[in-house]
Every structure is written in structure tokens, then in C-alpha cells.
């Protein structure tokens, strides 16, 4: 089978959206903040012209073209930040010890309290740029950045891990149970 010499992918910049791209550098500005990815690791070339923005790598073999699907993937996710953002709801679930959870976005902390009747408070890191809200039972982290939000979700997850018991029978925890798009004041929000 013969090679293609060359693989050209295409992302539609929506019209609220400026993107700027400084070498392979990608700079995406929208009504919701900005957003920078460096992605001078992949082995592609990034223009921009009109209202398209093209990506393209030369001679790819399976490994660059997997490569180019990944340096679209972070734009899309990019763009979609800076337009309709993210949001991630997790839930305290537990079984015979209330779980009190407290929020400091200044210290970058996720203070969890009484956890399976612990005496020792546990703690999650909040990324930077990403806002997380208590209410009773209910953690909702929003941010811009994919990459930050789901990662501030996954450290409160992975803060209540119990290990040496078996994990069938002590489901405590917290848990991410919906994904969906920030909700802007007075709007409903449709998930993609």
C-alpha cells in the first residue's frame, strides 16, 4: 500500500472565537476567557485561514496520523471550553458516617471530613482556573479547561479511594455522575 504525502485535517472556528497560532503554539480566545496549548510535541503544522484552522503532517505513518487526531481533539476541546465550558457533578455517597466536604479554591484545596468516621481530615488539590462548588451532598467543579477540570474531579475522586477493604461491600466515596457544559445564567443547558 502506498503512502500519502500528505494528511490535512480541518477544525471550523465558530464566529465568537479568535484563534491565533504562534509556531505551534495555539492561542483560542472566546466569550468565556482564553485558553493557550503547546503543542510543539506533535509533529504537525497548524494554519489558520478565514474561519478554518488546518492541521497537517507530511509522509504519516499510523503513528503521526494518531498524532494529528490528537492535536485536533485539544483544539476542538479548546474551542468548546472558551464557548460553552465544562462542568462535572460528583456525589458523596456513603453508608453510616456523614461526609462533610468543604471547598477552598484560594488554598486549592478539597477539605473531606469524616470520611468512613475517619478522625483525620482528607484532602484533594483543585487545579488552577477551575471553581468548585458545595451544596449538601453535591460537588460541582466548572472551569474552561478540559484538562483542569477533569483532573480537580479525579483528584476528589481518587481522595476518598478505600483501600484493604473489599471495595463490592464500602462503597463510600465521592463519585462523578454527570459531565455536561457550564450553565450560563438563565439558560438551560443541552448536553452534546
Do not use: C
Not at 478540559?146 to 475522586?157: D, E, F, G, K, M
Request: charged fraction near 30%.
Amino acid at each position: 500500500m502506498t503512502r500519502v504525502e500528505q494528511l490535512e485535517r480541518v477544525v471550523e472556528i465558530p464566529e465568537k472565537v479568535k484563534v491565533r497560532v504562534d509556531g505551534r503554539m495555539v492561542f483560542v480566545e472566546g466569550p468565556l476567557g482564553k485558553l493557550e496549548e503547546d503543542l510543539s510535541h506533535l509533529p504537525v503544522s497548524i494554519n489558520v485561514k478565514e474561519n478554518k484552522l488546518f492541521l497537517s503532517t507530511r509522509w504519516p505513518r499510523k503513528r503521526e496520523v494518531g498524532m494529528l487526531g490528537t492535536a485536533m481533539a485539544h483544539i476542538r476541546n479548546m474551542i468548546r471550553g472558551v464557548t460553552k465550558g465544562y462542568k462535572y457533578s460528583l456525589k458523596a455517597v456513603y453508608a453510616h458516617f456523614p461526609v462533610t466536604v468543604k471547598a477552598d479554591e484560594k488554598a486549592g484545596q478539597f477539605r473531606i471530613e469524616n470520611f468512613t468516621g475517619e478522625k483525620t481530615p482528607r484532602f484533594a488539590r483543585i487545579v488552577e482556573g477551575v471553581k468548585v462548588g458545595v451544596k449538601g451532598e453535591e460537588v460541582s467543579v466548572e472551569g474552561i479547561d478540559l484538562n483542569a477540570v477533569s483532573q480537580t474531579a479525579a483528584n476528589i475522586q481518587n481522595a476518598t479511594k478505600i483501600r484493604q477493604k473489599d471495595q463490592r461491600v464500602f462503597l463510600d466515596g465521592i463519585y462523578v455522575f454527570e459531565k455536561t457544559s457550564m450553565q450560563p445564567p438563565g439558560k438551560p443547558v443541552k448536553s452534546a
